[in-house]
């Protein structure tokens, strides 16, 4: 690369900020510039980790914004705030990448992506599912023609609960207060497991299905008597006379990032010529083909230095002159929010739903 990045961190509601500011440190091109919070104390950890000076920490984001004149910023709000959050920083001319989901609505999507329009400047939504080597080896092979024209994408994933564990995955244990205190559990914060997780599997899901929109959504969900969200949701895409099933859990017997709970978290795919299963974090994917029935393993791709996560992938884009794409293109992530949202009304109303927002 021909240039040092300079990267800012606001709002530190989502405790992915904490692994996406690890990336930009790892980066031999990048450098965290300041980080910015309303909440001083939920900085503090990241300042030690990173060992940054008190002028780079801040609770304006304005200030923030006109003093470290970063080229690129990093935002993790609550859902609900993806959008006030991307108006807020798009006039300051910068590229912008938000951490999943894309946001609290398709409303407040496309309010993101109109307040980057005209800027000649990135709208990047980062799922981090994407840097999974057995998912990225999937596509490949599903682009390849290996399994044929995908017919089924049946998805299961999620976690203990977002209170167990926070940044570079350090595990925790949530009191009650903790979470009656959380906007995780808050509806109006956008909380719960079918918005925090089904962005993942329909956004991939479309990934690996070459775009294609579902015509409508069936969505049921359960949580534990006294909370105002999900904690577990089952949806139903219907793609003419194909069915895709998305299944989002917070209550996993164990997290996928030390032992695969079962059911295991992750896809599995169904072509016209054959099968894949693609789990969380495992080394080998396994395939099904007309030549081999049986199935066999074979090993995950080993992925780019500008491919194992966000911040690497995206200003490797950005310098080259390619466009964003895949998941973390707003287009794509746009037919996945549709999705979400058109899950959410199937779930309220207890009724099949048309996809909001048709197939424009």
């Not at 999974?132 to 399994?147: K, Y």
């Not at 895409?237 to 997290?255: C, I, N, P, V």
Request: hydrophobic share 35%.
């Amino acid at each position: 690369m021909s240039k040092i990045w300079k990267i800012a961190g606001i709002e530190f509601s989502h405790m992915h900020m904490g692994d996406l500011l690890r990336c930009v440190d790892q980066h031999p091109n990048a450098e965290i510039v300041g980080i910015c919070d309303p909440h001083s104390e939920r900085m503090d950890e990241a300042k030690r980790t990173f060992n940054l000076a008190d002028s780079q920490v801040f609770t304006d984001y304005q200030a923030c914004m006109e003093e470290t004149k970063p080229d690129l910023v990093i935002l993790c709000p609550s859902t609900a705030e993806h959008a006030l959050w991307v108006e807020r920083i798009a006039p300051f001319g910068v590229h912008i990448l938000v951490e999943k989901p894309f946001a609290g609505s398709l409303e407040d999507a496309d309010r993101m992506i109109a307040a980057m329009e005209g800027s000649g400047k990135e709208l990047i939504i980062n799922w981090p599912l994407r840097w999974v080597a057995s998912h990225v080896t999937t596509h490949r092979l599903i682009t390849e023609g290996l399994i044929g024209d995908v017919l089924e994408v049946h998805y299961y994933d999620g976690n203990r609960g977002p209170l167990y564990h926070g940044a570079d995955k350090v595990e925790l244990e949530p009191t009650a207060e903790a979470k009656a205190d959380s906007w995780w559990y808050k509806k109006d914060a956008s909380g719960g497991s079918l918005r925090d997780y089904l962005g993942y599997g329909v956004t991939l899901g479309t990934w690996f299905n070459d775009g294609k929109i579902p015509d409508e959504i069936t969505s049921v969900t359960s949580g534990a008597a006294g909370l105002e969200v999900d904690e577990h949701s089952i949806t139903i895409a219907r793609y003419g006379h194909q069915l895709s099933k998305f299944e989002t859990r917070w209550g996993t017997f164990s997290d996928p990032w030390t032992h695969q709970p079962q059911p295991k978290c992750g896809f599995v795919i169904r072509g016209t010529e054959g099968t894949i299963s693609s789990y969380d974090y495992e080394d080998t994917i396994c395939i099904q083909t007309r030549d081999k029935p049986e199935g066999y393993d074979q090993p995950a791709d080993q992925l780019p230095e500008d491919g194992k996560n966000g911040i690497a992938y995206s200003l490797g884009r950005i310098e080259a002159g390619l466009p964003i794409d895949g998941p973390l293109s707003p287009a794509l992530a746009r037919i996945g929010q549709q999705i979400v949202d058109t899950a959410i009304l199937s779930s309220e109303t207890g009724r099949t739903q048309a996809l909001i927002g048709g197939h424009s």
